[in-house]
T-cell receptor, first 114, second 114 residues
Framework: GNSVTQMEGPVTLSEEAFLTINCTYT??????LFWYVQYPGEGLQLLLK?????DKGSNKGFEATYRKETTSFHLEKGSVQVSDSAVYFC?????????????FGKGITLSVRP | DGGITQSPKYLFRKEGQNVTLSCEQN?????MYWYRQDPGQGLRLIYY???????QKGDIAEGYSVSREKKESFPLTVTSAQKNPTAFYLC?????????????FGDGTRLSIL
């Protein structure tokens, strides 16, 4: 079956530090990949997505590249801000034509200190 | 603005009581989902529905029930059979026919036992 593995957390960084959050996946076919962000007390918001190999998703300074050869979709940001403190989830959606159920990683909490 | 509305934001249940969580969307999405979120466990799928009057069990359906009488609404009932109901519950919706499209989430309902 499909699965998503995220690096263990939590992660604590100083403002303006470089961020990498690792995500690897197991899936058949050609899944779509997503990063969601959850701010305290809220639901999940889509941060970025990539739908095919070598695609790069980007939003709000965050980037992630769909690497089929390493089955990875690592999230990066060059300079984090305090407002980036949240929980980040990596997720995959199965190949087109399948149902739209998402498989989520366990999430990782990021805390950015001033 | 289109979106997903979950109510109430906080809910308390007495032992042996059923409670119903509301989820309404005005995005004209066919598919709707219920997830349970526990600390350190990510999101787990309870039930999902891809069309009115039809729904399927997710990974942790025991102790829960749903209905889908209208496209806009997908209420979740937490029954007395669910022995550990304390959690954060998230509702989501999506375009069922396109797995490249993301799921949209509500702001969640936090359920606690009195």
């Amino acid at each position: 079956g499909n699965s998503v593995t995220q690096m263990e957390g939590p992660v604590t960084l100083s403002e303006e530090a470089f961020l990498t959050i690792n995500c690897t996946y197991t899936a058949t076919g050609y899944p779509s990949l997503f990063w969601y962000v959850q701010y305290p007390g809220e639901g999940l918001q889509l941060l970025l997505k990539a739908t095919k190999a070598d695609d790069k998703g980007s939003n709000k300074g965050f980037e992630a590249t769909y690497r089929k050869e390493t089955t990875s979709f690592h999230l990066e940001k060059g300079s984090v801000q305090v407002s980036d403190s949240a929980v980040y989830f990596c997720a995959l959606s199965p190949s087109p034509g399948a149902n739209s159920k998402l498989t989520f990683g366990k999430g990782i909490t990021l805390s950015v200190r001033p | 603005d289109g979106g997903i509305t979950q109510s109430p934001k906080y809910l308390f249940r007495k032992e042996g009581q059923n409670v119903t969580l509301s989820c309404e969307q005005n995005l004209n999405h066919d598919a709707m989902y219920w997830y349970r979120q526990d600390p350190g466990q990510g999101l787990r799928l309870i039930y999902y529905s891809q069309i009115v009057n039809d729904f399927q069990k997710g990974d942790i359906a025991e102790g829960y029930s749903v209905s889908r009488e209208k496209k806009e609404s997908f209420p979740l009932t937490v029954t007395s059979a669910q022995k550990n109901p304390t959690a954060f519950y998230l509702c989501a919706s999506s375009i069922v026919s396109d797995s490249n499209q993301p799921q949209h989430f509500g702001d969640g309902t936090r359920l606690s036992i009195l």
